[in-house]
């Protein structure tokens, strides 16, 4: 108790200039990036031994930036949202129905048939309207959802699967008898889906493809990731997040507004899901209703994986990005390789059960280090 | 130094030889990464015989505990019951060798009732099937044997136990299964006086049939009241062990700390005629009729057994709990306490009793703990003015002396004492004029306690007023201005500095028990109205 106790603790966070950068980037951030290093070696190297073709696609242009980065994109959107209620100890498993809506109310609004652009509320053609309306609808989508979850007491993950339902079965409703909506037409629009930045870079070619610049939809997904990375760091909210996801009763012993957090925190999921779905609509060209089915276990997958607590109270936008793009890098790889779409979904489905039993074990390890401390006293 | 090495080379291990079926440690150390738990700790465990340990924490008490239950294996050294060697892989090997070690926070199973319980692992079978009658026979018979039987209903289920009901379940546990050495690990830290007697009476009685039983608890006088000989370790070694009866609580703490208790508990008092809260009529689920105020810069002391409705009360007026009528008025102004946000808006802090599940976010840093209450003000268009909140949280870190190794270390990784001081800084840097502390020195050390003491006489001198709930009545009676004493949800009786005795406020605290105690001057003219 007096001063001669010098904490082992203080001594151990010294040390060297690598353990300050791993203390930096995060250990969990660290293994990511080996085990993305490794999958990388896998798809390019180990291939050719095991004597599948296409791994020395892996390294062109062509695909490094018009199928890995634009594939990401949409999962990337959903697991940044999905972040932010993981994070905070729930869970929104709505967020591809979410983004379904968003899908059809752009594309609504944009060709005027529809519910939504056939009521003549919104002004239709206009694309910036468009893409407002689709992310309005989502964040209205994530507003239900809190309103169950905070007022009807319902549990996140059944609240979530009710509305995961109602908002699949709601995009049908949007549209003219369930049907797709198109064909979005508008150039500005398309843009967002076609549209590359610094195409004139003198960037070399890369196993024989032409550098062809950087989508627009991947700078949307790092956009989204940095605003949503500053809201996590630096707000009250994301504070309120972390520290709900920790401990919902001392959180709001402390002063926290536990349902108004709760909330927003699923309209921010719910409005970065629509998001996600007014660039569905800008690059499959229509509103279609099943545009955003089953994107919702690619993202919790993507979330666990990048290292966020299945209890809540820690999770980074970082990490769940790195995961992102290791599921894309993923299912890239196998596509080049020629495993079809079933093998896809087999080893996603192990991947977020493996994603989970290393978040488990991950917490199971730190309660053993708090147990051993207590244990000194 | 020197002096307490000769304590240790004290005659008790040249003494006569061990009676059978003493559980005998010798040259016990453990190390954990960055400490040396215990270092060559030997010790004889005696049946018949009640041996305390006392130490600080961090001390090695648990550590020697968990050793003993089997959580634990010693990096060298040996533990033996006459002569045969013991090495547990685990705590279920421990219980087959009888010993048992009762932490303070029993394994209950929530959903079951108390006799099973009781059985827990090995349900009693009659023609290889489950015999229900006979559980409920067995248990009602061994609960009757030591006059529980009144205590524990045996159909109540796990989850609606009170902490005492929860520790004789798992007591009745240990001795259905032979129990030859059993450990309480700070038994009595959520019991009310009156079931800490009836714990004492069934630990001596355990002891006279011959059971050795070993007593961790911060509590001197419980120790010196009821222990047969006290080991006192300090910094993983074991300092001395001797007979109670040579001990004092002076020498006990200057053994563990270096230091007298009567630098402990210094009030200045300091209370002004300023009311900053009065409740009058309060009425919740838990309360009828409550009434009481809180002047600025005074303690006022809350007691009254378990389960008398404080802890409630200080959440009924903190808004955590619904209010069924009465009014708050907080420095002259009536206002309604809808959340805990509204309370801190309006300036009261409540540090709760229970900090690792109420006060903490455990997995979270110490810095994002201390600023909690305060982070509306800290922000600025919602951002969070990162500067300001270090300077403030290292403020009242450095205030309180918290050991931290830096403001990013995770809280739940720091002692129970620097825990708690957490949880204080909250609530400094949010600067209420009401401080609710609900039991603030449960479960700290001696050293942290004395630390908590100075702090709360510093800010009622400030001008807080302090709402200050305790179970300890010690503590109660030497920090407190004023005590109010609750039993059953009714305010029974509120007593000044200067009438304030253990004796008084265990009265009012027990009116109804005491029913031979005549409805006499000493009680009720100690009322104030709240009748």
Known sequence: ????STSPTAARARGGAFRRLIGFIGADNLSLMFALVALVFLVVVASGWFGFSGGDKFFSWQNLMNSLAQAIVIVGLLSIGETVV?????LDISVGSIASVGSVVAASVLVGTGTVGALKILPTNNVLIAVFAGIMAGALA????????????????IATLGTLAAFAGFAFLLAPEGKPIGVVTQPQFTWLAQGRFLQDLAIPPLAGSKWTGIPVLTVVLVIVAIIVHIIMTYTDFGRAVYAIGGNATAARLAGINLSRVRVLMYMLSGGIAGLAGVLLTARTTSGNPVNGTGLELQAVTAVFLGGAATAGGKGTIFGTFLAVILVGVLNNGMNLLGFNTFVQRVALGLLLIAAVAISQGRQARAERVRTRIAAKE | MTTTT?????????????????????????????????SDVSLDIRPGEILAFMGENGAGKSTLLKIINGDYQPDSGTLTIDGER????????????????????????????????????????????????????????SLAQYGFEDVVPIHSLGEELSSAQRQLVEIMRALKSGVRVLALDEPTSSLADEEVERLFTLVRRLRDEGVAIIYVSHRIKEILRLCDRVAILRDGQLVAVRPAAELTDGEIVRLMVGRELSEFIQRRRAGTDREVLRVTGLRSNWHQDVSFHINAGEVVGFSGLIGAGRTELAKVIFGELPKNGGSIVLDGQETTIRRPDDAIAKGIGFAPEDRKREGLVLIRSVLENASLAILRRLSRFHFVRRGLERSIASEYI??????????????????????????????????????ILDEPTRGIDVGAKAEIYRLIDDLANQGLGIMFISSELPEILGLSDRIYVLQAGRITGE????????????KLAMVDQLSTVPAGAAISSEENGTA
């Not at chain 2, 007593?495 to 265990?506: I, M, N, P, Q």
């Open chain 2, 398 to 435: 450095e205030t309180l002396r918290v050991r931290t190794p830096s403001l990013e270390q995770e809280v739940g990784k720091l002692s129970g004492g620097n825990q708690q001081k957490v949880v204080l800084a909250r609530w400094l840097a949010a600067k209420p004029k009401v401080l």
């Open chain 1, 142 to 157: 994530g507003a239900i959802n809190g309103l169950i979850v905070t007022q009807l007491r319902v549990n996140p993950i």
């Open chain 2, 495 to 506: 007593l000044s500095a200067a009438e304030a005795t253990e004796e008084a406020v265990l």
């Open chain 1, 1 to 4: 108790m007096s001063s001669t």
């Open chain 2, 86 to 141: 013991l090495s547990f892989s685990n705590p279920r090997a421990a219980h087959k060798a009888g010993i048992r070690v009762i932490y303070q926070e029993p394994e209950i199973i929530p959903g079951v009732d108390v006799a099973e319980n009781i059985w827990a692992g090995e349900l009693p079978k009659r023609f290889g099937m489950f015999s229900r009658t006979r559980l409920n026979h067995e248990v009602r018979r």
């Open chain 1, 86 to 90: 993981i994070v905070a100890g729930a």
């Open chain 2, 6 to 38: 000769a304590d240790i080379a004290s005659p008790d291990m040249a003494a006569p030889p061990n009676p059978p079926g003493t559980l005998e440690i010798r040259n016990v150390s453990k190390a954990f990464p960055n400490v040396q738990a215990l």
